[in-house]
């Protein structure tokens, strides 16, 4: 009797031995799992870190850009002020070369008369 109450037991404890290495793999199971989402996280988190220096960059090169515009605009104003410069200039010359000539010419009429 006692022989096979100690091999009933024995045959127990073998059956919860067998549902806890049961257990434990199917834990093993769920902790590879979590791993692997965990790695498919990072994977996509570093493709967005690439992504935003990506943008940043084309931005940068935007900004460079319009900065450049600008420059260009501003040069562009400067040479068309010199320009409005030049042009009042020769109108000054061309309005004192008249008068004068008119005078010279009228001078001899007046005398003539």
């Known amino acids: 009797m006692v022989s096979g109450q100690q091999s009933v037991v024995?045959?127990?404890q073998s059956a919860v031995s067998s549902q806890w290495s049961a257990v434990s793999g199917q834990q093993s199971a769920v902790s590879s799992q979590q791993s692997a989402v965990s790695s498919?996280?990072?994977a996509v988190s570093s493709q967005q870190s690439a992504v935003s220096s990506q943008q940043s960059a084309v931005s940068s090169q935007q900004s460079a850009v319009s900065s450049q515009q600008s420059a260009v605009s501003s040069q562009q104003s400067a040479v068309s002020s010199q320009q409005s410069a030049?042009?009042?200039q020769q109108s000054d010359l061309d309005l004192g070369r008249w008068p004068r000539t008119r005078v010279w010419l009228k001078a001899p009429q007046v005398a003539c008369g």
């Open 10 to 12: 024995s045959s127990q």
């Open 40 to 42: 498919q996280q990072s």
């Open 86 to 88: 030049v042009s009042s």
